[in-house]
Nanobody
Framework: QVQLVESGGGLGQPGGSLRLSCAAS????????MSWYRQAPGKERELVAR????????TYADSVKGRFTIARDNAKNTVYLQMNSLKPEDTALYYC?????????WGQGTQVTVSS
């Protein structure tokens, strides 16, 4: 079955960095685009970044452009989110996402808290 397992969240300092990882299994990872979403308390879930199957193209939310980088390692079935210059407003639950053929798949989420 499809599994998306995030890791790497935690407490980050303003201006600091964190790297999230999402280990995928149960589908043809290297043939599919992958995304990171986040949801802050009281807010709707929003797209943070997306990467094409071969990593040749990426898109970002305006709020994270120039600070976050999405990348993937198809040999490891893993997608990453490098988060630099963290801001308190980046505090959220971060989810890995794959749009499957019949339904959407989400990881369990990893909490990122940015605070001094």
């Amino acid at each position: 079955q499809v599994q998306l397992v995030e890791s790497g969240g935690g407490l980050g300092q303003p201006g600091g960095s964190l790297r999230l990882s999402c280990a995928a299994s149960g589908f043809a990872f290297s043939s599919n685009s992958m995304s990171w979403y986040r949801q802050a308390p009281g807010k709707e879930r929003e797209l943070v970044a997306r990467i094409t199957s071969d990593g040749s193209a990426t898109t970002y939310a305006d709020s994270v452009k120039g600070r976050f980088t999405i990348a993937r390692d198809n040999a490891k079935n893993t997608v990453y989110l490098q988060m630099n210059s963290l801001k308190p407003e980046d505090t959220a639950l971060y989810y890995c996402y794959w749009r499957g053929f019949l339904r959407d798949y989400w990881g369990q989420g990893t909490q990122v808290t940015v605070s001094s």
